[in-house]
């Protein structure tokens, strides 16, 4: 079902939306969250308040047939479960999953989630984000950047450290003192709509605090979830490179007969799907082990680093075989190598999961 949507309804258009310029040709994403949400893809591996309650190897499975369109397609739906209504639906209080879940899970309200500031993103103990009592009040001061659909959605999922520590926050985005500019000039995922947002005084009730979040575990719980995601969806865009080299190949003629009779041509091939079959292997492992109860953030550390590196390299060896017809948005494979530049880099850079899994085998920490 979610293969059939994204050739019939997103395939078309991606390459639009990718290159546009003018915000009237970009990504309609209040649309497509609409679409999605009937789809019942948002937040579906919740349970409860509108969510499907699907296994996470289903969920991954959707992930990857998205990311087969386009990165930051996946990255819509990913923002919206796996790290804004994840929050809500793991730390928020059940008033806060009434409010805001059913229709989040409708694609009636968009969410998004404020951790990344201009100055600290592998590091987001360091934030500068500020929340301080005032009455029976909090006011937050600060800035959140790099932060997917800030710009266009209803609801904001805030950290900022107070004396108490780091505390999330519900934060509807037309509090006064809210604001939120999307960003340009982008050469990566183009066609998703990322944004930096202030917060200058936003006053909120008591009640907008996240109560079962505790320090760092909370947002760095979320980060994770998103993390699982990635590692399907990056099979899908390596996917995608491969099956449209080989489409390619086998009729683009090269001295006389196929590009896909030549012997460095299958080889690059070949090396290209067994890397292909081993990320989609290691994504299956991962998404049964989470089925389970029994996967722990180093393993997703695993998938992550694995498979967008793998997909990258994927991408990029596919250009070669498309030579100059390969730069252009007629074929989507330097568009998937573009997009996973940034994939490479969220949601943990590679050097950050390489400490992770460093610091599970060796059992000392190397981040300071």
């Known amino acids: 079902m979610v293969r059939e949507f994204g050739e019939q309804r997103l395939r078309p258009h991606v390459a639009e939306w990718f290159e546009a310029a003018r915000p009237e040709d970009k990504v309609p994403v209040r649309e497509l969250a609409a679409e999605i949400g009937k789809l019942g893809l948002l937040g579906m591996h919740l349970t409860g308040y509108g969510c499907g309650g699907s296994t996470a190897t289903a969920y991954g499975l959707v992930c990857q047939e998205l990311e087969a369109v386009d990165s930051g ?3 819509l739906v990913s923002v919206q479960g796996s790290l804004a209504m994840f929050a809500i639906h793991r730390w928020g209080s059940e008033e806060q999953r009434q409010q805001w879940l059913p229709g989040m899970a409708a694609g009636e309200l968009i969410g998004c989630f404020g951790l990344t500031e201009p100055d600290f993103g592998s590091n987001p103990g360091g934030m500068r984000t500020t929340a301080r009592r005032d009455g029976s009040d909090w006011v937050l001061n600060g800035s959140k950047m790099w932060i997917t659909n800030a710009s266009v ?5 805030v950290w900022a450290r107070s004396k108490e520590g780091v505390i999330g926050f519900v934060v509807p985005t037309s509090t006064p003192g809210f604001s939120a500019r999307e960003m340009t000039h982008k050469l990566s995922l183009r066609a998703s709509v990322t944004s930096e947002f202030t917060l200058d005084d936003v006053r909120l009730p008591e009640d907008a605090k996240l109560p079962g979040a505790q320090g760092l575990s ?3 719980a979320c980060l994770s979830e998103a993390r699982f995601g990635i590692v399907f969806g990056a099979v899908g ?3 995608d490179c491969l099956e449209t080299t080989l489409e390619y190949v086998g009729t683009r003629e ?4 196929p590009l896909a009779g030549y012997q460095l041509t299958q080889a690059k091939i070949a090396d290209m799907a067994v890397e292909l079959s081993k990320a989609q292997l290691l994504a299956l492992h991962l998404g ?4 389970d109860g029994r996967i722990r953030p180093e393993q997703v550390s695993v998938g992550k680093l694995n498979n967008v590196r793998e997909a990258l390299k994927i991408a990029r060896e596919c250009r070669t075989l498309l030579g100059a017809n390969g730069v252009t948005l007629e074929y989507p494979v330097l568009r998937h190598a573009n997009n996973l530049e940034s994939v490479l880099t969220y949601e943990g ?3 950050v999961h390489q400490l992770v899994i460093g610091e599970a085998l060796t059992g000392v920490s190397a981040f300071r």
């Open 73 to 75: 397609l996946r990255s």
């Open 153 to 157: 959605a209803d609801v904001a999922i």
């Open 218 to 220: 909370g947002p760095l």
């Open 237 to 239: 865009a390596a996917r």
């Open 254 to 257: 090269v001295f006389d007969k």
């Open 288 to 291: 049964r082990l989470k089925d």
């Open 349 to 351: 850079t590679s050097e």
